[in-house]
């Protein structure tokens, strides 16, 4: 439904948009009002108790749909970040990014946010689940290749046999990557990864999805914001090691037309946990635009028991900039769902 500001007035937002493998990301570069908190998680809580229609605003149609995908930066906690920020989707705020970070090396490294250095520029990057290590490949003074660090990865629960209803028992695992995934070839559902129309690839990950957040909590070591299943990904069949395709259907029945970077690096702590792929060793993995992340285990991580550290690189380019307009005589100027039936609409 429409959502009207309580303070009428004429509001504007700059943006940049780009895209990693062709999954948005629109940063906003002005007008966003400062937000309470200290840390990022804290003014995560703000954003969205009083300015979370701006993120409507920013995502949903008319000027977003509901795949979009948002950045918002913050004030940083820790002095020698380049950078913090919000990631923002058609439900509300992830955790963590990896498709975003990957488009904010490059922002960062054009906009001289830092001293640019070649052949690589480093610098941190703080995200809602922590700091993230951003390595920047530069040539002749242009990015071609960002690589992030993310924060520890690890499995939450390994064989998780789940009562999904239209399709039975189904075996899963939950690994944490930036954020917790349900992870499993879509094979085990009764779908060909690749023959399967994606709407029903979708809806089974969104059923797989809702039934666990249903009947299982999940706690974060550390930090209870982030204690949540943000989504299913949904693999192929190869075998480790090889080049893997995955679908990621997040918050809301969100899709990501990029492998997903917190999704690749869940995948590749997985796949250290089972033994399959050891310190240093790689895969690549694509998603539904067809283009590669790589990803990488770099190193065990000590603070967590069984937490590994992954690299995840790709590439992100430009697509345009503007200034958003919300007038505060619209109805409709703080963004909309798409209803699926014109009943919606009128009740």
Not at 260 to 282: E, F, I, K, P, Y
Request: hydrophobic fraction near 40%; proline fraction near 7%.
């Amino acid at each position: 439904m429409p959502i009207h500001d309580p303070v009428p007035r004429r509001l504007e937002l700059d943006y940049v948009d780009m895209h990693t493998a062709g999954e948005p990301v629109r940063i906003v570069t002005r007008g966003y009002p400062d937000l309470a908190g200290e840390t990022v998680l804290e003014q995560r809580r703000d954003a969205k108790g009083r300015f979370d229609r701006l993120r409507r605003a920013m995502m949903l149609e008319p000027r977003g749909h509901a795949g979009m995908y948002g950045v918002i930066p913050v004030r940083p906690a820790l002095p020698a970040s380049a950078m913090a920020v919000l990631f923002t989707h058609n439900e509300g705020y992830s955790t963590m990014c990896g498709h975003a970070t990957v488009a904010l090396g490059r922002y960062v490294v054009d906009a001289k946010l830092v001293p640019v250095v070649e052949p690589i520029t480093r610098f941190t990057i703080e995200a809602p689940c922590g700091p993230l290590a951003l390595s920047c490949a530069v040539q002749d003074g242009k990015v071609t290749n960002v690589a992030f660090e993310s924060v520890p990865a690890f499995v939450h629960a390994r064989d998780l046999s789940v009562a999904v209803e239209g399709f039975g028992r189904v075996l899963c695992d939950i690994a944490y990557g930036g954020a917790y995934y349900a992870i499993l070839p879509s094979s085990r559902m009764g779908l060909d990864f690749f023959a399967a129309p994606v709407e029903d690839l979708v809806a089974a990950a969104g059923a797989l999805t809702d039934t666990i957040r249903s009947g299982m909590t999940i706690r974060h070591p550390t930090e209870p914001d982030l204690g949540f299943l943000y989504g299913t990904i949904f693999t192929d069949d190869a075998p480790a090691g090889e080049e893997s395709w995955n679908l990621c259907v997040f918050a809301e029945r969100q899709i990501d037309r990029s492998p997903t970077g917190s999704g690749v690096t869940a995948r590749m702590a997985l796949d250290h946990a089972r033994g399959l792929v050891g310190l240093g060793q790689g895969r690549v993995f694509r998603g539904i635009s067809g283009e590669p992340f790589s990803g990488r285990v770099t190193r065990a991580d000590p603070t967590l028991a069984g937490a590994v550290r992954v690299e995840v690189s790709g590439m992100a380019y430009y697509a345009g900039r503007g200034t958003f307009v919300i007038e505060p005589e619209d109805p409709l100027g703080y963004g909309f769902d798409l209803a699926r039936r014109f009943g919606d609409v009128r009740s």
